[in-house]
């Protein structure tokens, strides 16, 4: 496994991080210690240093976990955790982005990771009730004490991201590094705000559910197990990624993969497990590469409909009428 760099940052980072919401088998699903043990071995034995939790998954069990197996090397690893979502019900200091959840929530996670600092502290969705100027005021206090090093944020709209990075920017505050959002071969609404959004910014995406849609041979063929988003998109997708994967003489599982890594910007996917054997198969996506022709009908299969203004501004009319169709426009 090669390394990145984490947005503009100089933060090096594996190619694929691995996601540990299944460390712990709390929500009755995901892996007991022994299990999550190995996992982790596959990963790091592999040259991955790339870890992704958050202060609610599986109860803490997971950040318990993850502290656990790093200690050995603590500084090797790069732990990225999360804070918003309640992880104590009937109370409404338990949830949010403000500075009182937020500082409880550091709190209680360098406990449970057992060490005295987190590299990357994702704000875990946006509450749209706390200020922007609180949240990035708070974030920037926590970089000032060392006890996070760098900030990122997942499932907010892109128009709010750009409005807390020009606002740290301004303030002199520490800024975004990172995107974590849905994105896949299934999911490319973010190609409409997040994504552009992102690379003006130089901010590392870091997609869960690339793998969406792991696929299974039955008598119908292999189908996404998502079956809330069985249509007929979704499976002309599914038979598009299994020609391309038996056209290079591998699994379904890696192309998806694959496909989100060969963007034009910064992408680290996130990949979890409930099998050692499971993750091995996933992390050969890294010695494939899709050529033009599979890549374009990867492509061509899902796209969608970008919409207003974007579709609007793209047409021949509009682009006729802002003189870009003329030669001495250079892009």
Not at 198 to 225: D, F, I, N, S
Not at 239 to 257: E, K, S
Request: glycine share 8%; with cysteine.
């Amino acid at each position: 496994m090669h390394y990145t760099l984490l947005g503009d940052s100089g933060l090096r980072v594996s190619e694929i991080a691995l996601g540990t919401m299944g460390f712990g088998t709390e929500w009755g699903w995901g892996t007991d210690y022994e299990t999550s043990k190995r996992i982790f071995d596959v990963y790091a034995n592999a040259g991955g240093n790339f870890l992704d939790t958050a202060n609610i998954y599986t109860a803490g069990t997971s950040e318990k976990f993850c502290g656990e197996f790093v200690a050995y090397d603590r500084d090797h690893f790069v732990i990225a955790t999360k804070y918003t979502l309640q992880d104590h019900m009937h109370d409404v200091h338990y949830a949010g982005n403000h500075r009182k959840n937020m500082m409880r929530s550091v709190r209680e996670s360098l406990k449970q990771l057992k060490t005295d600092f987190i590299d990357l502290l994702w704000l875990h969705a946006w509450d749209f009730t706390t200020p922007v100027e609180e949240v990035m005021r708070g974030l920037d206090d926590l970089v000032s004490r060392g006890i996070v090093h760098y900030i990122g944020l997942s499932n907010t709209p892109a128009w709010l991201v750009s409005q807390a990075n020009m606002l740290a920017e301004l303030r002199g505050w520490t800024k975004f590094v990172g995107l974590q959002i849905e994105y896949s071969l299934i999911q490319r609404t973010p190609e409409r705000d997040l994504l552009p959004m992102a690379k003006a910014w130089q901010m590392t995406v870091t997609p869960w559910g690339a793998l969406a849609g792991k696929y299974l041979r039955g008598e119908k063929g292999r189908l996404p197990e998502n079956r809330s988003r069985l249509n007929e998109c979704s499976q002309a997708i599914t038979r598009a990624v299994v020609a391309v994967a038996d056209a290079l003489g591998v699994t379904p599982a890696q192309i998806p993969l694959q496909w989100t890594m060969q963007r034009d910007l910064s992408v680290v996917p996130i990949v979890g497990a409930t099998k050692p054997e499971q993750l091995s198969d996933t992390l050969k996506s890294l010695d494939i590469y899709l050529p033009d022709e599979h890549l374009q009908r990867l492509n061509a299969v899902s796209a969608i409909e970008l919409g207003f203004p974007h579709d609007f501004l793209l047409s021949d009319a509009v682009k006729n009428a802002l003189g870009q169709t003329q030669r001495m426009i250079v892009k």
